[in-house]
């Protein structure tokens, strides 16, 4: 491997938090990844990382060193965006997103991304798993939610609340909750305890929030699973709107208790790394996004009082392509 392909493999071991990270990010071997970078540290004369047993750290010659390799890698990305396809957006952009909000909003927009953008390949990766949302290779991440401390740049584009609902079915046979202590005596639905969504905000007779973690005889680490079960009458389930918006417009489930929603919102943010150059390819999709969350509310941001529906991104899609409209679930 030459001196560049040195500095890639460094700066994905920097970006993916350890060698082994990096190795998966580039399909080679941990002993691979390992090997290249101390041949490269021969070559410079200096240690690049603090090598720990589980992490690696970089020294301050290994800061000096990734801020100096990123300016030549950016220099030689910027070189080749100017030349290839005569300046259109090419190469692969690699997309984390939580399952349901990539099935329901993000690949009904896909058509119209690629008309705009028809030199540049998507890699969508669809997963609920906790840890760096960047790992293996990915340049955006999908977040819904408050974040943790990160070193992640966020862009907000869209925000959603939670609703609580359950079958016509399940009702029928339990009865309806009228008080959020009510939901101890149901059959509640939800997320693994260690998952974020697994605590429902309501407010009590008071007007105080209340953060319950309703624990059901069964959990899901997906919406859609936790989704198909309240369909079939298994129980109360707590949902983002923008998961549940068509089976409320079709009756097939029922919002319970809305007057004690607390009002809450959680934020959409798409994630990226905020210590590299925004290249091309990262920039034209987080512009695509903003577009198509912003130029009217989306469908779950209104109120659910309203009986007038519509598919979310319908008008979006108008604007990128007409005729092209987003297909309930």
């Given at each position: 491997m030459n001196r560049f392909g040195e500095m890639l493999v460094f700066v994905r071991a920097v970006e993916d938090g350890g060698f082994s990270a990096a190795a998966r990010s580039l399909t080679m071997t941990?002993?691979?990844?390992?090997?290249?970078?101390?041949?490269?540290?021969?070559?410079?004369?200096?240690?690049?990382?603090?090598?720990?047993?589980?992490?690696?750290?970089?020294?301050a010659e290994g800061e000096a060193f990734y801020t100096s390799?990123?300016?030549?890698?950016?220099?030689?990305?910027?070189?080749?965006?100017?030349?290839?396809?005569?300046?259109?957006t090419q190469g692969t952009l690699?997309?984390?997103?939580?399952?349901t909000f990539a099935?329901?909003?993000?690949?009904?927009?896909?058509?119209?991304?690629?008309?705009l953008h028809p030199?540049?390949?998507?890699?969508?990766?669809?997963?609920?798993?906790?840890?760096?949302?960047?790992?293996?290779?990915?340049?955006?991440?999908?977040?819904?939610?408050?974040?943790?401390?990160?070193?992640?740049?966020?862009?907000?584009f869209a925000s959603t609340r939670w609703i609580i609902c359950a079958s016509p079915a399940y009702l029928a046979a339990k009865g309806t909750p009228r008080r959020p202590e009510d939901l101890a005596a149901h059959e509640c639905l939800n997320f693994p305890s260690t998952a974020p969504w697994s605590i429902w905000s309501l407010r009590d007779a008071a007007g105080e929030t209340r953060r319950l973690k309703p624990a059901g005889s069964v959990a899901a680490n997906t919406g859609q699973m936790l989704l198909a079960?309240?369909?079939?009458?298994?129980?109360?389930?707590?949902?983002?709107?923008?998961?549940?918006?068509?089976?409320?417009?079709?009756g097939r489930l029922v919002e319970i208790l809305p007057e004690r929603h607390s009002g809450a919102e959680d934020p959409i943010f798409a994630l990226y790394n905020g210590r590299r150059h925004l290249s091309p390819r990262i920039r034209?999709?987080?512009?695509?996004?903003?577009?198509?969350?912003?130029?009217?509310?989306?469908?779950?941001?209104?109120?659910?009082?309203?009986?007038?529906w519509k598919t979310p991104h319908d008008e979006q899609l108008k604007e990128c392509d007409p005729g092209t409209h987003a297909q309930p679930a």
């Open positions: 941990p002993s691979a990844v390992s090997k290249l970078i101390g041949r490269l540290e021969s070559r410079l004369g200096v240690t690049l990382f603090n090598r720990a047993s589980r992490t690696v750290t970089l020294t390799a990123l300016r030549a890698i950016e220099a030689v990305e910027d070189a080749e965006a100017s030349v290839l396809g005569g300046g259109a690699r997309v984390r997103s939580m399952p099935t329901h909003q993000l690949a009904p927009l896909i058509p119209a991304f690629r008309r030199g540049l390949r998507l890699d969508f990766v669809l997963s609920m798993e906790p840890g760096n949302l960047l790992d293996g290779g990915i340049d955006v991440a999908i977040h819904v939610g408050e974040l943790a401390d990160s070193s992640l740049t966020a862009r907000r079960m309240a369909r079939s009458g298994a129980g109360i389930v707590r949902l983002a709107e923008f998961h549940i918006i068509h089976d409320l417009r079709a034209v999709f987080l512009d695509f996004l903003e577009m198509s969350f912003s130029q009217q509310p989306p469908a779950w941001e209104r109120s659910l009082n309203e009986r007038v």
